[in-house]
T-cell receptor, first 114, second 110 residues
Framework: NAGVTQTPKFRILKIGQSMTLQCTQD?????MYWYRQDPGMGLKLIYY???????DKGEVPNGYNVSRSTTEDFPLRLELAAPSQTSVYFC?????????????FGPGTRLTVL | ELKVEQNPLFLSMQEGKNYTIYCNYS?????LYWYRQDPGKSLESLFV?????AVKQEGRLMASLDTKARLSTLHITAAVHDLSATYFC??????????FGKGTHLIIQP
């Protein structure tokens, strides 16, 4: 099992550019999440999904979009990049069957917007 | 709105000493999680605490939960340099994700 994988690992964008952060998990987890982590801060939830075709906003969704067409993939889209979106982005997943509801995190994507 | 507060946010200590990190949260929650993060790395799960009075231990780390006080503690016993990292507590565990504290940056000096 590769677990949760994210691509790219690093990216530099210019203001106004767009990009998609990829997230894939091979654990057949229903629930998937996108978080961002700003320097010296904890993680904040951007979007989440409880299954294919179902997504919902988290605490900080502005400037982002998501889709969930398959159980495995949960891409995060930035349409018009802004310096405020400079952050490290983590994708996570968990099984709905676990009593612990423990989330498993990917390695992260470090994004800089200049 | 659920809020999670950790203290201290920064801690420098010597090897061999004991110390405790505190995590307070504002509303009732099902579960409390402790994670470790090394610089430039992802989050590693340490403990999941499910009920009042729960205590879990792994090596030199011990976590406890008091749901009535809405307080969790992470106790470090006889610290060693390898425990240097940032430690996060997080609350939630429902479908709508976790709410994290700001983290405690722990440096353990020889």
């Amino acid at each position: 099992n590769a677990g949760v994988t994210q691509t790219p690992k690093f990216r530099i964008l210019k203001i106004g550019q767009s990009m998609t952060l990829q997230c894939t998990q091979d654990m057949n987890h229903n629930y998937m999440y996108w978080y961002r982590q700003d320097p010296g801060m904890g993680l904040k939830l951007i979007y989440y999904s409880v299954g294919a075709g179902i997504t919902d906003k988290g605490e900080v969704p502005n400037g982002y979009n998501v889709s969930r067409s398959t159980t495995e993939d949960f891409p995060l889209r930035l349409e018009l990049a802004a310096p405020s979106q400079t952050s490290v982005y983590f994708c996570a997943s968990r099984s709905y069957r676990s009593s612990y509801n423990e989330q498993f995190f990917g390695p992260g994507t470090r994004l800089t917007v200049l | 709105e659920l809020k999670v507060e950790q203290n201290p946010l920064f801690l420098s200590m010597q090897e061999g000493k004991n110390y405790t990190i505190y995590c307070n949260y504002s509303t009732t929650s099902d579960r409390l999680y402790w994670y470790r993060q090394d610089p430039g790395k992802s989050l590693e799960s340490l403990f999941v605490l499910l009920s009042n009075g729960a205590v879990k231990q792994e090596g030199r780390l011990m976590a406890s939960l008091d749901t009535k006080a809405r307080l969790s503690t992470l106790h470090i016993t006889a610290a060693v340099h390898d425990l240097s990292a940032t430690y996060f507590c997080a609350v939630g565990g429902g479908a709508d994700g976790l709410t994290f504290g700001k983290g405690t940056h722990l440096i353990i000096q020889p």
